[in-house]
């Protein structure tokens, strides 16, 4: 294995295609965030005039089942070949995938079938019996942060806001946070490999704010895959969270910036939580830190309707934030139906009532 | 049960991977957010299993310990030999399901809930996880946001541009019948169908052991769980 310094790392960048893309989605983002992935689409066929292919015939991966130890690595195996076999059928080599987990598991399995050439040739044997198919190995697997990465100077330059405070003029000041499986099981298949990850705070300065550093930054967000699924555990997933926040308070953050679908509901999901039990806030008043995608913010600058983009559906309110880079947009729509139809509110956004 | 509990271990790929001449030296525990949670060791786990003790391995297949670790795998960022101890705990949750032992603990017969939920999502939906099954009632920590999607659902996916549940592409559209059919068929080819199976066989030996049975002796599945999510 290659041991690369402290500076390699922090210059290492990573193979990332540049165009034709087969599309994998995420069981998490199209449950909660499901405007960030139609966004993603969007930004890379209408901004950055790319080719990716969204296949109905793709399903989950399996991936919160295989990490909860329900679905064993076989079958995870095979569910992977078989999202391959989509790809190949339709003459696709680069894949671009949206989840976390996701993206871990894919890494894994390549990695599998390079050390162990017999668990490949038994994947195969299995997707053929089962399903009558056979498949190629992608040429390149990227994550959808590092596609965005890759073209965050193209989308800079067609932005219509910057990340900047429109009454002070200074950079909003925002902290990321990585999926735990982005770069932590394969540092080589992370921008910055993972103590000194990049694939965030690059976006941020290129679209004209200020990435901060917090001592807590490369911590996990506590989802824990069965300690939040099952309800009697999930004060273990709170507790990593709040270690988190409380970590990244005394910055001050205008936003949390996130390339994990669950990292993003969970950071907006224990703001509220914890202002329940505790009482405490940590973005001041009674709001907390809004917590966007890397798709959300890409859309927002590029001056996608917010609504659109499902800000509506975060815990968090995302309007203080809206107002700070001067977005315009119509608060009316915020919570309307179909056809502009009046459907209801929630109790309440934010984290206090 | 554990007759051929180390050759078993042994014959698994991961375990190649995930454990080379562990030299004890506890990065894992000291970077592990469950040890800082839970009476959690992962350092000592990896070096059970190293030592191939069988006694001691037999009791952590039975135990709670394996089920604390929340898969983040900050261990194999910071082990200087690459090992990787949440890793080691997947093929020990394997083998603990495979040989029964997770009934015997708490944190263990939580996999039934787990098959209950996820497992069926798998199979009847080709999602892991599906909006109608975040139920608010169970989910307060989703806040009245999600309340408000939940009551509201279809408008609020159909106003992002979902395709919520219905033919064609896009975001949490309706897998069909024919993808379906070719993810149960994964299943039951490549052993994932076998595995629901054992699960929910030593689940229900464990009902009876603890006397939850209907008026015909058998497993009363509906009671276990309840007592699961109470336990």
Known sequence: MEIKSKIKWSEYNKEIAEDHFFFLRS?????????????F?????????????????????????YHTDIVPFETMQTMIARQFSLMTEKGYKNCAVSCITSFGSYNEILSTWKEFPEELAKTRDYLKKATGREFEIPENLSHGCDIIYKFRKEIAAQSNYKLINIETGEPLKIVDHIGCHYSKIFPEKGVGGFEYSKVLTEMIQAWGGQPVDYPERRH??????????????????????????????????????????????????????????EGKTYGGGTNGIPVFSYEELAGLILGYDPWKLGLQMHQVDVEPFLKKIGVRYDPELKFVGINGKYINEPLFTGCLK | MYSEIIKNLKTDVRLTEALQACMNCGICTAVCPAAEFYEYDPRSIAVSVQSENREKIIDLLESDTIWYCGQCMSCKTR????????????????????????????????????????????????????????????HPEQGPVWKWIYENMHDVYAVVGANLDCDGPGTMRKINSIDLNELNNIFIVSGGMKFFDTINHFSKLKAIEMGMVDEYGEADMEKYTQYLLQE
Request: charged share 20%; net charge positive.
């Open chain 1, 27 to 39: 069981c998490i983002r199209q449950n909660f965030n499901p405007g960030a992935e139609k966004a």
């Open chain 1, 41 to 65: 689409i969007s930004i890379l066929k209408n901004n950055l005039k790319k080719d990716i292919f969204d296949d109905a015939r793709h399903t989950t991966c399996t991936g919160i089942g």
């Open chain 1, 220 to 277: 996990c967000c506590g989802f824990g895959f069965r300690q939040y699924l099952v309800k009697s555990n999930r004060s273990y997933s709170i507790s990593n969270s709040r270690k988190k926040f409380e970590s990244m308070e005394p910055f001050k953050p205008d936003a949390i910036i996130t390339n994990c679908p669950g990292c993003n509901m969970f950071l907006d999901r224990w703001q509220y939580t914890l202002a329940q039990i």
């Open chain 2, 79 to 138: 082990c200087p030999r690459n090992n990787c101890s949440g890793l080691i705990i997947s093929v020990l949750r394997k083998l603990s399901q495979e040989t029964g032992a997770f009934t015997k603990s708490r944190m263990g017969r939580q996999q039934y809930l787990i098959l209950k939920t996820i497992g069926n999502n798998i199979l009847s939906r080709g999602y892991c996880i599906h909006p109608t099954t975040v139920v608010p009632e169970t």
